[in-house]
């Protein structure tokens, strides 16, 4: 069965300051997809960025970056000049030629 | 519309009774999920829908949880005999899927509280 981790629970970040979002997952596929959502306290989860697995490049929307290590199954989110806004729980998920999976979430606390 | 609706937004019941949670998902999306979230927690994967296919029901937490997907668009969540621990926010996401799994579009959830 496919697993997506995130092994940090809950990070915080000062404003205008760079905070990274672990995730790491298990799969044998060689082409699949990673997604990073956001989920604020209004619950609508948010799409932030997509990366398809067969792109070296790593993906970049704006602030938010990933670090995407195929070989090591790690996809970290980079968060830069952190905004009071940017507070929420993120889901790393992973699809493919099965149903998507999340991890468990990090829920971002963003300092003034 | 334009994205995916779930109604009722808010669902209050007494324990005991049965619920049905409705999602409408986007036009032309074949994949759909069902999951659970209790206050401040993750995702609960409940049952997943792709085309034609049998769903994927590995998720229902009991056999008071069910839902169906009718003419591979909107889909009801049903759960009988409502207990206190349901309570929680129900999301729904559909997904284009052509022989892979895209993203997901989240619905806005329907919130239940059971009494």
């Known amino acids: 069965a496919q697993t997506v981790t995130q092994s940090q629970p809950e990070m915080s970040v000062q404003e205008a300051e760079t905070v990274t979002l672990s995730c790491t997952y298990d799969t044998s596929e060689s082409d699949y997809y990673l997604f990073w959502y956001k989920q604020p306290p209004s619950r609508q989860m948010i799409l932030v960025i997509r990366?398809?697995?067969?792109?070296?490049q790593n993906a970049t929307e704006n602030r938010f970056s990933v670090n995407f290590q195929k070989a090591a199954k790690s996809f970290s989110l980079k968060i830069s000049d952190s905004q009071l806004g940017d507070a929420a729980m993120y889901f790393c998920?992973?699809?493919?030629?099965?149903?998507?999976?999340f991890g468990k979430g990090t829920k971002l606390t963003v300092n003034p | 519309g334009a994205g995916v609706s779930q109604s009722p937004s808010n669902k209050v019941t007494e324990k005991g009774k049965d619920v049905e949670l409705r999602c409408d998902p986007i036009s032309g999306h074949t994949a759909l999920y069902w999951y659970r979230q209790s206050l401040g927690q993750g995702l609960e994967f409940l049952i997943y829908f792709q085309g034609n296919s049998a769903p994927d029901k590995s998720g229902l937490p009991s056999d008071r949880f069910s839902a169906e997907r009718t003419g591979g668009s909107v889909s009801t969540l049903t759960i009988q005999r409502t207990q206190q621990e349901d309570s929680a926010v129900y999301l729904c996401?559909?997904?284009?899927?052509?022989?892979?799994?895209?993203?997901?579009?989240f619905g806005p959830g329907t919130r239940l509280t059971v009494t």
């Open positions: 996401a559909s997904s284009l899927t052509s022989g892979r799994v895209y993203e997901q579009y």
């Open positions: 998920g992973k699809g493919g030629s099965e149903k998507l999976v």
């Open positions: 990366q398809e697995a067969y792109k070296q």
